[in-house]
C-alpha cells in the first residue's frame, strides 16, 4: 500500500520540448523485453529538428504496441494521445493486485470477515484506497522521480516523453494521495475505530513512499533498503489495513508480515534488472549494480524461497502442520519457474516468469492468513 506525502514535487520536466520534438517510425525489431513500454517519442536535438536518429532497438516499444499493455502500464504499450488513458498508464494497474491480495489477506487472518453486504463494501473500499488510490500515487509519484533514469532506460514513457504535462502529474499526484487518505479515514469511521489505525497506515504508507523515491533520502538508492521498504508496503501495509479494518493487529502478526517483506524484497529485486544500465550512469546501487547480474540474481531467489520457508517452519513450529505443508507444495513451482526463466535471463524472462511464479505466493500468503485466523 502506498500513499501520502504533505510535499509534492515543483520540479519542471527537464529537456523536454514539445515544439521540437519530431515523432519517427522506428524501423528496427526490438530485442525481447518484459515490462512496462509505452509511448515512444524522439526528440531532436535543438539544432536541427532533421538530424533524429531512431532509438537503439533495446530501448524501443513494439511497432505495433498493444493498447492492453498501454492500460495496465507495462511493456508493449502502443502509442496513447488520449489523456486519461496516459494517466491510467501512469499508476500501473498491473501493480495493482499485490496490494489487493494484501488486504484480502488482511482479512482473512482477522477470523472476522463475513460474507454479508456490509463487510464485502467495506473490503472493495479498502482495496480502491490500496491498489487506485495509494498505489496509483506511489506509480506516479516514483515515475516523476524517475524521469532521468527513464529518459535513458525507457525514453518512451509518458513523462520523459512529454506525453503528459508536468502541472498535469503533480494534479494527479495530489489527487490520488488525498483521494486515498479520504477512502482511509472513512474506514475508520466505518469500522468505529476510536484511534484512526487505518488512516494512519495510509500516511505512513505515503510518507514511505515519498522518501522511497525523492531525494534527499531517495531510499531506492539503496538496494536492501529501497526494495525492502517496497516489498512492506507491498505485503505488510496492505494486511495490516485489512486486518485492522475487521479485527486486531497483533505483535506476531506484525513479525510475521515483515518477515514475508523479505520475500517482497526479492521480488523487487527482479525489476532492477531492466534498470541497469540507467542505474549505474546515474549512481544508484541497486542490486544488480552493486553486486553484478549473476550474484543478485540468486540474492533475489534466496530472499524470495528462505523466506517463504522460513515461514512455513514457523506454522510448523506453532501447531499447524498441514498449513505448512501447503505452503512447501506452492514454493516447489516458484523454485521451478526460477530456473526456466528467471535464472537463465531475468531480463528477457522477468514478466514471463513473474506471471508464472508470483500467482503461488500470493496464494501462500493466503494459506499464512488462514492459518493465522484459526
Same mark, same amino acid.
Given at each position: ?19 521540437? @520534438? ?14 512496462? @513500454? @509505452?509511448?515512444?517519442?524522439? @526528440? ?331
Amino acid at each position: 500500500m502506498a500513499s501520502v506525502l504533505n510535499t509534492v514535487p515543483s520540479l519542471r520536466l527537464s529537456n523536454i520540448n514539445n515544439t521540437n @520534438r519530431v515523432r519517427t517510425r522506428q524501423v528496427f525489431t526490438p530485442s525481447p523485453v518484459s515490462f512496462t @513500454r @509505452r509511448r515512444l517519442t524522439i @526528440r531532436a536535438t535543438e539544432t536541427d529538428a532533421n538530424e533524429v536518429k531512431p532509438e537503439a532497438p533495446g530501448k524501443s516499444p513494439a511497432a505495433a504496441g498493444s493498447s492492453f499493455n498501454q492500460l495496465l502500464g507495462i511493456k508493449g504499450a502502443a502509442e496513447e494521445t488520449n489523456i486519461w488513458k496516459i494517466r491510467l498508464q501512469l499508476t500501473k494497474p498491473v501493480t495493482w493486485p499485490p496490494l489487493v491480495w494484501g488486504v484480502v489477506c488482511g482479512a482473512a487472518a482477522s477470523g472476522n470477515f463475513h460474507w454479508n453486504v456490509e463487510d464485502v463494501a467495506k473490503s472493495i473500499v479498502c482495496m480502491m484506497m490500496s491498489g487506485p488510490f495509494l498505489t496509483g500515487y506511489t506509480q506516479t509519484l516514483n515515475d516523476w522521480y524517475d524521469r532521468e533514469i527513464d529518459a535513458i532506460n525507457e525514453p518512451y514513457r509518458p513523462i520523459p516523453s512529454g506525453a503528459i504535462s508536468e502541472n498535469e502529474v503533480i494534479t494527479q499526484i495530489w489527487l490520488l494521495l488525498l483521494g486515498g487518505l479520504g477512502l482511509a479515514g472513512l474506514l475508520d469511521v466505518w469500522a468505529g475505530h476510536d484511534f484512526p489505525i487505518i488512516f494512519y497506515l495510509a500516511l505512513g504508507g505515503s510518507l514511505l513512499s515519498y522518501i522511497y523515491s525523492a531525494p534527499p533520502l531517495k531510499l531506492k538508492q539503496n538496494g536492501w533498503i529501497g526494495n525492502f521498504a517496497l516489498g512492506a508496503s507491498y505485503i505488510s501495509l496492505p494486511w495490516w489495513a485489512g486486518q485492522a479494518l475487521f479485527g486486531t493487529l497483533t505483535p506476531d502478526i506484525i513479525v510475521l508480515t515483515t518477515l514475508y517483506s523479505i520475500a517482497g524484497l526479492g521480488i523487487a529485486i527482479v525489476n532492477d534488472f531492466k534498470s541497469i544500465e540507467g542505474d549505474r550512469e546515474l549512481g544508484l546501487q541497486s542490486l544488480p549494480v552493486a553486486f553484478g547480474e549473476e550474484t543478485a540474481k540468486w540474492i533475489c531467489v534466496g530472499a524470495i524461497d528462505i523466506t517463504q520457508i522460513s515461514v512455513a517452519g514457523y506454522l510448523l513450529g506453532a501447531g499447524k502442520p498441514y498449513y505448512a505443508l501447503a505452503l512447501l507444495a506452492l514454493i516447489i513451482p516458484q523454485v521451478i519457474f526460477q530456473f526456466q526463466y528467471f535464472l537463465k535471463d531475468p531480463v528477457k524472462y522477468d514478466v514471463k516468469y513473474q506471471a508464472s511464479a508470483q500467482p503461488f505466493l500470493v496464494l501462500g500468503l493466503l494459506v499464512t492468513a488462514l492459518a493465522t485466523s484459526h
